[in-house]
């Protein structure tokens, strides 16, 4: 495991786009989930329901998102659309991609290259595993969405401390419908997002991009 410090394990967690097929153990799966379930939750309540994919059932859920995206079809539960962007908002997404095809050498006009990553998504990044972060619904989802949030960053903390890497992916969340009919998960459960990790790919530099952060007084108001 990592010695890191809290402030220098925040600034290592990337979100790596290429991954090695060696699994993780059971052992290691376990302590990486032991440590996301110490997350807080609005009233302790603990609404998340992870369904973890390895193996053959990831091949298979691959093949049905890949399935759908070509189709042109999307199944999601809860309505999304980054098109409402703008300002800094959409200056902070448009430096995101761009900074993202540079170090894959993808040209602006290379429509293929951009097809091809975008279909990597639906195969995790070859990642050997992804959690895909179910929650039963209470009045708008709002505060048990933010539950599943921090969820979401306890495990990819602790996936950073002890050297594998994760990727938050919203995109998973788009095609809810089809995870469920594959996974057999209840109609009453929701997806919100999914995280494939695993080992990162020492090789593959291009895939794991530092985009950096905005300086503290873009986000946070102090009061006296």
């Not at 189709?71 to 659309?81: H, M, V």
């Not at 788009?174 to 919100?192: D, F």
């Amino acid at each position: 495991m990592s010695t890191a410090s809290f402030h220098e394990l925040v600034r290592q967690r990337r979100s790596v786009r290429k991954y090695l097929p060696t699994p993780l153990s059971n052992d290691q799966l376990k302590e990486v989930l032991e440590d996301a379930q110490w997350s807080p939750s609005n009233c302790n309540i603990q609404p998340w329901q992870v369904h973890l994919v390895s193996g053959a059932t990831k091949d298979k859920l691959s093949e049905a998102l890949k399935a759908e995206h070509l189709a042109g079809r999307t199944s999601e539960d809860f309505w999304f659309d980054h098109a409402g962007y703008e300002g800094v908002y959409l200056e902070r997404m448009m430096h995101m991609g761009q900074k993202r095809n540079e170090a894959l050498n993808i040209a602006r006009d290379d429509q293929a290259r951009r097809d091809e990553e975008m279909l990597r998504q639906f195969e995790f990044f070859g990642a050997p595993h992804a959690a895909l972060l179910f929650m039963p619904v209470f009045g708008d989802s709002v505060r048990t969405a933010g539950d599943l949030g921090m969820y979401g960053q306890t495990l990819l903390l602790s996936l950073t401390a002890r050297g594998y890497a994760g990727i938050p992916q919203t995109l998973l969340g788009m095609h809810a419908g089809v995870i469920r009919e594959v996974l057999g998960v209840p109609e009453e459960m929701k997806m919100l997002y999914g995280i494939s990790f695993g080992h990162p790919d020492p090789e593959a530099t291009g895939y794991s991009v530092n985009l950096g952060r905005a300086p503290i007084s873009d986000n946070v108001r102090f009061y006296d």
